[in-house]
């Protein structure tokens, strides 16, 4: 108990004196996570709208596509980004492995998922029960479109704020990718694992409470979303 007590007193004087290696893997995830999460989102909204909108040839096995990447192991992502940015892979020219862009990479492709598959279910919900009735009032495509929009802004927030969690807690692929090196690519996860298994329990605490105050944000932010939604 002492030990615990010692290294969660250790870890609230790294927090207050803003400590620098513990604050780049704070800073190097708030970048990676921002990236990935900015291009989840720009790419997966408008897809995972129209995926749940529109109706066109195929549209079933797009769908179990999505839902199988859903459950998609984060170290087999890791590991074909991997092979992909290695230097003897089809992008290897590119540098982008082990740099804070890779990790994005690999964990756009961990987000993605979650934004086509939660916003594609939103909108098919919405529509179902907005259709018969905006288009009875005179509604056309566009008006249809716009009403489906914003009847599922809050399911689709409460998407972004499940692949923000997803992305910001992830382990494997910022390891693989990222190499985890020291003021670059190190994140606050891949920290706490360094540092724990070698003995400097009181760092992997201090980012351990960061990652904590995280989680207890998104998943507030979660909640409220999900009362707007329902």
């Not at 279910?121 to 529509?127: K, N, P």
Request: aromatic share 8%.
């Amino acid at each position: 108990m002492d030990y615990f007590s010692e290294g969660l007193a250790r870890a609230v004087e790294l927090l207050l004196a803003l400590d620098p290696e513990t604050f780049s893997a704070v800073w190097t995830t708030a970048a990676v996570t921002a990236l990935a999460l900015g291009a989840s989102l720009i790419i997966g909204l408008p897809l995972g709208f129209a995926l749940g909108h529109f109706r066109f040839p195929g549209r079933r096995g797009v769908r179990l596509f999505v839902d199988w990447m859903l459950s998609l192991p984060t170290v087999v992502i890791g590991l074909i980004v991997y092979a992909l940015f290695t230097t003897y892979g089809p992008l290897g020219e590119w540098g982008l492995l082990f740099t804070v862009s890779g990790m994005a990479v690999g964990l756009t492709i961990l987000g993605l998922p979650i934004i086509l598959s939660m916003t594609a279910t939103a909108v098919e919900s919405t529509d179902a029960a907005l259709t018969q009735t905006v288009l009875s009032l005179g509604a056309d495509k566009t008006q249809l479109l716009l009403a489906t929009l914003s009847e599922a802004r809050f399911a689709m927030a409460l998407a972004a704020a499940s692949a923000f969690g997803r992305i910001v807690s992830e382990v494997g692929i910022a390891m693989m990718v990222g190499g985890n090196i020291k003021w670059h690519t190190r994140t606050i996860t891949t920290a706490i694992a360094l540092e724990t298994g070698r003995g400097e329990f009181a760092t992997g605490i201090a980012l351990g409470i960061v990652l904590m105050l995280v989680a207890l944000v998104v998943n507030l932010l979660v909640a409220l979303l999900r009362r707007r939604a329902g």
